[in-house]
């Protein structure tokens, strides 16, 4: 068998066997792979155009009563400074995003229960009185229905959650028992149910990984049909018991996205702050393989390195907000732009 074969059918179909997804994985060389990319990025092209949707990260809180095993700001690592941004800390950020152009803000944050529903739902909708014309993103995590009910009604639009795999084997290796895969995938269900749109998304090469699991994983997210879908190299962070383990490789996560893309052509793929963390021009490759937004840090530089959820991550220079100009010449140097509108989920 050839990969070609298998490419064409992703490219018409939006949709391959398990087993044949599993043996491109396995199989894609050089020459396959940059077929593969070009293709995704093509499909992106024909969807979106040159245009590359901007969204503003804000890290609000870096507590969190977690443990997974790869994250740098689990409950049980005693080096994180712990840190949390008042609502009036949070509102400089948007001002400071909106004046750049950002009108989509992404609060994201540990599982941190001071942030309970009503200080939510304050932030949001603070965020949307000054900003009506914004998008407001979560990121916080497993929480009840009702919480993602009443913050969708105070305004969120959309909710980012990576199931970080969807198989059980692989989930108990990289979370504590005390997590579980089931009410994961269950919140993700419900987020879409309450009128959320809704990411998931997988560190690629996290420990244990195996082809077959990145197979299955690709098929999983086809049947969930999210709106986005946000993977990136799993990145050994020196404080948890992964910090020997080996990340994620550059060409693997690049394939994922054309794959994903292919897959999922309406979907929003950012090229991630991680695949710009492993390779100088990670960003720009994702997007020459079929991503389209891009995420830049707009929280304080005070707080940014505390935020560290992996080593070496991306903080300064270019991923500072007040860098935009450099991150549109980035972008236009590969012949897309970066556009300030909202940036929605579409069906075509
Ligand atoms: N390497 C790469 N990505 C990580 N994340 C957390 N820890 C790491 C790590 N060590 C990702 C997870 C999480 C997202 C916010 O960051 O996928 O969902
Ligand atoms: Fe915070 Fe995983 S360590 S959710």
């Not at 298998?6 to 398990?18: S, T, Y």
């Not at 090469?205 to 799993?234: D, N, T, V």
């Not at 300030?340 to 069906?347: C, F, I, L, V």
């Amino acid at each position: 068998m050839d990969c070609r074969p298998i490419i064409e059918k992703l490219r018409k179909e939006q949709d391959a066997q398990m087993e044949e997804l599993r043996y491109l994985l396995e199989h894609l060389d050089e020459e396959s792979s940059a077929y593969l990319r070009a293709a995704a990025a093509e499909e992106a092209v024909r969807h979106f155009g040159r245009k590359i949707y901007l969204r503003g990260l804000i890290e609000f809180t870096n507590y969190c009563k977690n443990d997974c095993l790869y994250c740098g700001i689990r409950r049980g690592n005693q080096n994180a400074v712990r840190y949390r941004l008042t609502l009036s800390q949070i509102m400089e950020c948007c001002k400071m995003g909106y004046e750049l152009g950002y009108r989509t803000f992404v609060l994201q944050g540990g599982e941190d229960a001071y942030f309970n529903d009503e200080r939510m739902c304050e932030i949001i909708r603070s965020i949307k009185k000054e900003y009506p014309d914004c998008a407001v993103t979560l990121s916080l995590g497993e929480r009840s229905e009702e919480s993602y009910r009443v913050m969708h009604k105070a305004g969120a639009d959309r909710y980012l959650l990576r199931e970080e795999t969807s198989v059980p084997e692989h989930y108990a290796m990289l979370h504590p028992k005390q997590m579980s895969l089931e009410n994961r995938l269950h919140c993700l269900e419900i987020l879409k149910e309450t009128g959320y749109q809704t990411g998931c998304g997988f560190m690629v090469g996290s420990p244990g990984w195996q082809l077959e699991y990145l197979a299955r994983e690709l098929c999983y997210i086809k049947k969930l049909r999210p709106h986005m879908i946000g993977i990136g190299p799993f990145i050994p962070h020196k404080d948890t018991v992964f910090a020997k383990e080996t990340g994620g490789s550059l060409d693997l996560t690049l394939n994922l996205v054309a794959m994903l893309r292919l897959m999922n052509p309406n979907a929003m793929i950012p090229a991630t702050t991680a695949v710009g963390t492993i390779d100088p021009r990670g960003r720009e490759k994702a997007i020459l393989s079929g991503a389209n937004v891009v995420m830049p840090n707009l929280s304080p530089v005070s707080v940014r390195k505390n935020y560290m959820l992996y080593d070496n991550k991306l903080c300064t220079g270019d991923e500072a907000a007040e860098c935009r100009k450099c991150l549109d010449a980035r972008i236009r140097s590969i012949g897309y732009e970066i556009v300030t509108d909202r940036g929605d989920y579409r069906e075509f």
